[in-house]
C-alpha cells in the first residue's frame, strides 16, 4: 500500500472512541487525531512487523499498533 493522510482515515469517522483497521492494524480514532495535531500528515502501515510510519513537514516518526493504542 502506498502512503496514505491521515485525514482520510480520521475525517470518516465521529466517535474518537472508535478505531481504524489499516492493513489489518486496529488503530484508535483518538491516536490518529493526536498525531494530527503534533504536526503528522501521512502515514505508511507495514503489516509485517506490525508498524506504522508518520510523517509530516518537520516530523518523523514509526509506532507499533500496541504504542498507538497506548496514545489514548
Avoid: Q
Amino acid at each position: 500500500m502506498a502512503h496514505r493522510k491521515i485525514k482520510d482515515y480520521v475525517s470518516r469517522r465521529i466517535n474518537d472512541d472508535e478505531e481504524v483497521d489499516i492493513e489489518g492494524l486496529r488503530i484508535p480514532i483518538a491516536a490518529l487525531k493526536g498525531l494530527m495535531e503534533r504536526g503528522y500528515v501521512h502515514l505508511k502501515p507495514y503489516r509485517e512487523n506490525r508498524t506504522v510510519t508518520f510523517w509530516g513537514r518537520n516530523c518523523t516518526a514509526c509506532f507499533t499498533e500496541k504504542s498507538l493504542r497506548e496514545m489514548t
